[in-house]
């Protein structure tokens, strides 16, 4: 039996266990009997096997070069290196859809052991849930998409043909982690929907089961923020177009899920102080599920252009609409016919409080989250609009009355016998206008938000609470506008400033918390400051923790708020020629030609300058692979400071002249950006903590 | 699945046996073979156990009535550990300045009220405390369970075996989860929780004398604060 077959049908028994495990886990809560939930939890581990195996075959098949099967051929080079044909596993759409397919199920594994006991009657209807998402991601495998398809044709006295390797810009270690990180955050957050549709079944709606579940989108927020991240350090040191973030449609797929976990992050502590916002909570799992769904299809389908989607497919972009459309029906089904168990106990009782603050920053989030999905798809659903716009009068019409096309130049288009309309893409300076204006606000609540107590904060109070913060957020607005003038000549703007200051209140706030609570605590007990300080922290854990993911996102505010004196040089040098950019010089020394074997490497020297002194040398290359010659890869060089980066990547070297197209960046505070993910990070690690009694 | 852990680490070790024995050298494929066959071992491993699952006699789970008791009194551990939480960090906040004195006491004394009714009623106590209804009536806050308190209730913990023995866990989580503001004066970490066989030893409140589990904190008599 070949490893293709072998394959082919444990994906296939894969299959018929979710299907078997789905029966089972509806039979059990139909008919109360504790065999069928045990029978329904196994099939749950048996489905994790399943896949776990299948993984296994496929990881094998790239180690033992099996080219006869199509993923691997079309992946796999025997001369990559056993990391990256380990990896290459889920380097494309097929393998990718297996290894989601694998942490799902090892999520659900997890997740149905660890409260088997806990949350009881949850389980059947809680299996039933996660059989169905993974019985839908296994049909796409066995159906469209199975990674161990072989060639239709062999021929026995050819040799099997050679793999064509990785795609040269995916064989970065960035790229290795950055993808299972997004896939473990978005994988993860389908437990708290499967817990919070069985709550809705058996109207058991109570925080207990979402107390279980906060460390789950904890865990998921936390993934999803460190791959984005990884994404974000591998574009700026890969792609050389001197920045980290463009909005790009499959970037963004992993941000929904992302700003969606945040908000319910805060709203759940309103539920579990106040008893409100349940039906809100309930709201935010849905989404953060549904929108992780979105994400892979916008990733997976090709329905919007992108520098990394897996390529056009229509009938997978069909099947998800489907399953996404039942998804939501489902949800909010359930939620309506639940609304009466989920009325709140408690109401707000005054703006002035906190609950309120984690509202407003709930509000904030969502429409940050909706606007960035609304203008991905936006240019994806004007076509659709459009094909259908031109077969129907009246949907014409009517896509003429909201703007979406103009009617004068559909019909120029028309009668010249053009396309009626072209398609539109979004840059990044549309998402940019509104979310620099979203990012300030929240900046600004994260600021508000621990300083105001719950239920109410009287006036004086408040006023004592924000004095020196806001006197701190003045100065260091003030003084940040004056330094960048004084020492980069550039006057920033009101954006800028406004982004330091809210930096400055923030971080005071922040300081303020742990000095207050640092004295109270040694108020109450005698106590050195750093003992008041580690007490606090680790009892206080998911307080403390909150306040240190708070601070790492100043500092990444910090960082982009360095944005506003941003200095970008498109430039033609050659050797010995000097150009200035921002405070520094950089000089081009000369170029060399090198190769390896596995690659031809243009490399140019450049000294970085600073007021006359030879600071550093750089050396951004252009390499160009064998296996992919039509695809050079830009290789970036920067000289990095705590003020910022001096970050170089070249377009083209005349090797006769020297003469070089470089562009020359000057990206103010960046590495504040990774500073602060870092410490962002290490806050979230605290706030999920740990807990003898693993309720996941 | 510990076996089929066990099966995958035996075969790891048979095979590198095999190649110490031999001098064949363990290429990188060879590892992947026998992890693959280890993934088949544990693969087979958990379908056993599903079908030994099925296998066994069937049993029914708990009745729905007392699943409705539990829920109701889930819902009121929920509220209790809602209300202990916020009074402790409504302390927290007012020693940080956060609220005024007047702030801090009115809002307190509202939460120690309710906490007193929870408390009572998650004992069994069946009707509201004739000095707390008073209070709650002079604060308009006569509403928060006078109809259910009233009625008779029933004995849900009696009835309800699984959930009480998972209180102690869940207090735990709060001490240990709970935003820490339950910490002013209160070290007793997750560790020092009493076990089940120790909550039925009561202490006396030092201001109405009355008797509470020895793990209050609030006196369900009075409400006053129970000092350790």
Redesign the interface.
């Given at each position: 039996m070949t490893i293709s077959t072998l394959g082919t049908v444990t994906i296939l028994l894969l299959f018929l266990m979710t299907l078997a495990t789905a029966s089972m886990a509806a039979l059990a809560a139909h008919r109360r009997s504790e065999r069928l939930v045990d029978g329904a939890t196994a099939g749950v581990h048996a489905i994790f096997g399943l896949a776990a195996f299948a993984s296994a075959l496929l990881v094998y098949a790239f180690l033992a070069g099996d080219y006869s099967i199509q993923y691997v051929q079309h992946n796999g080079h025997p001369a990559m290196p056993v990391f990256y044909k380990v990896t290459a596993f889920w380097g494309s759409l097929d393998g990718s859809l297996l290894f989601w397919v694998l942490l799902l199920s090892l999520f659900s594994s997890l997740a149905i052991r660890a409260n088997a006991k806990r949350h009881r009657e949850l389980i059947p209807h809680a299996v039933l849930v996660l059989a169905i998402v993974l019985g839908f991601f296994t049909a796409l495998l066995v159906f469209l998409k199975n990674p161990f398809n072989p060639f239709l044709i062999t021929d026995a006295d050819m040799p099997a043909p050679q793999g064509k390797g990785m795609n040269p810009l995916l064989q970065n270690v960035y790229m290795i982690v950055h993808p299972p990180s997004l896939y473990l955050g978005m994988v993860s957050l389908a437990v708290p929907y499967a817990f919070g549709m069985s709550a809705m079944i058996t109207g058991n709606v109570d925080a207990q089961w979402q107390r279980s579940m906060r460390r789950w989108v904890l865990f998921g927020w936390l993934f999803l923020g460190i791959g984005l991240m990884l994404g974000g350090l591998w574009a700026y040191e890969e792609l050389g177009w001197g920045g980290y973030w463009a909005w790009d449609p499959v970037e963004n797929a992993g941000l929904f899920p992302w700003l969606t976990c945040t908000a319910f992050l805060h709203s759940v502590m309103v539920q579990e102080r106040r008893g409100m916002l349940k039906v809100w909570n309930l709201v935010l799992i849905i989404l953060s599920f549904w929108l992780t769904i979105f994400g892979t299809f916008l990733t997976r389908s090709g329905v919007v252009q992108s520098v990394h989607a897996f390529g056009e497919d229509p009938q997978l972009a069909w099947t998800f609409g489907v399953f996404m459309v039942i998804i939501l029906v489902i949800s909010f089904g359930l939620l309506l016919w639940r609304m009466p168990l989920l009325r709140a106990r408690n109401e707000l009782e005054s703006v002035l409080s906190r609950e309120f603050a984690f509202l407003l920053n709930n509000w904030l989030f969502l429409l940050a989250a909706f606007f960035v999905a609304g203008a991905t798809i936006y240019p994806t659903l004007r076509d659709w609009t459009g094909i259908l716009a031109t077969d129907h009068e009246w949907i014409r019409n009517i896509t003429f009355a909201i703007g979406m096309f103009d009617e004068q130049e559909w019909t120029t288009n028309m009668l010249a016998g053009r396309p009626p309309y072209d398609r539109i893409t979004i840059g990044p300076a549309f998402y940019n206008k509104y979310m620099v204006p979203l990012g300030l606000a929240l900046i600004f609540l994260t600021g508000v938000g621990p300083l105001i107590a719950w239920r109410k904060s009287s006036t004086e109070s408040l006023l004592k609470q924000f004095l020196a913060p806001l006197i701190a957020g003045a100065v260091v607005g003030v003084v940040s506008f004056f330094w960048i003038y004084q020492v980069h000549s550039v006057a920033i703007g009101v954006a800028g400033i406004t982004g330091f200051a809210l930096c400055g209140f923030t971080l005071w706030t922040i300081i303020q918390e742990f000095y207050r609570g640092v004295a109270v605590r040694r108020r109450n007990r005698e106590q050195s400051v750093l003992d008041a300080l580690i007490g606090l922290v680790t009892k206080a854990r998911r307080r403390y923790g909150g306040y240190i993911v708070h601070l790492g996102i100043v500092l990444m505010f910090f960082g982009w708020a360095g944005n506003a004196y941003k200095i970008e040089r498109k430039v033609t040098m050659r050797p010995g020629e000097t150009t200035e950019l921002g405070i520094y010089e950089v000089r081009h020394v000369g170029a060399t030609a090198t190769e390896d074997w596995q690659k031809d490497m243009l490399s140019v020297e450049f000294d970085v300058l600073y007021r006359g002194d030879v600071l550093d040398t750089l050396t951004p290359a252009k390499w160009w692979y064998y296996q992919s010659p039509e695809m050079p890869t830009s290789e970036v060089s920067r000289h990095m400071t705590a003020g910022g980066d001096v970050y170089l990547s070249i377009d083209d070297v005349d090797m006769t002249t020297g003469w070089t197209r470089v562009n020359l960046y000057y990206n103010p505070l960046v590495n504040w950006v990774w500073v602060g993910f870092g410490i962002m990070i290490l806050g979230g690690i605290i706030c999920i903590g740990t807990r003898k009694t693993e309720g996941a | 699945?510990r076996w089929?852990a066990i099966g995958v680490l035996g075969l790891f070790g048979f095979t590198a046996f095999l190649s110490f024995a031999t001098g064949a050298r363990l290429d990188?494929?060879t590892?992947?073979?026998v992890?693959?066959a280890?993934?088949?071992v544990?693969?087979?491993?958990?379908?056993f156990?599903?079908v030994?699952?099925?296998a066994?006699?069937?049993?029914?789970?708990a009745p729905k009535a007392h699943?409705l008791a539990g829920?109701d009194r889930?819902?009121l551990r929920?509220?209790k550990r809602?209300l202990l939480?916020?009074i402790n960090?409504?302390k927290?906040?007012f020693?940080?300045?956060?609220?005024?004195e007047?702030?801090f006491n009115d809002?307190k004394q509202t939460y120690e009220l309710r906490a007193v009714e929870v408390m009572r009623r998650l004992d069994g106590t069946t009707r509201v405390h004739p000095e707390v209804f008073a209070l709650l009536e002079d604060r308009g806050l006569a509403d928060v369970m006078p109809a259910e308190a009233a009625k008779e209730e029933p004995e849900a913990a009696k009835e309800e075996p699984?959930a009480a023995k998972?209180e102690p866990?869940?207090a735990?989580?709060e001490l240990?989860?709970?935003?820490?503001?339950v910490?002013?004066?209160d070290e007793g970490s997750?560790s020092e929780e009493p076990g089940p066989s120790e909550l039925a030893t009561t202490i006396t409140c030092t201001a109405c004398e009355g008797e509470n589990d020895r793990d209050a904190k609030f006196c369900k008599h009075c409400g006053k604060e129970i000092s350790a």
């Open positions: - | 699945m089929g990188s494929a590892v992947g073979l992890f693959a280890g993934m088949l544990f693969s087979l491993a958990t379908l156990r599903m030994q699952a099925l066994r006699p069937g049993r029914t789970l699943e829920a889930a819902q929920e509220e809602r939480r916020a960090e409504l927290f906040d020693e940080m300045g956060k609220l005024s007047t702030d809002v699984e998972e866990e869940a735990t989580d240990a989860d709970s935003d820490g503001d910490d002013s004066g997750a």
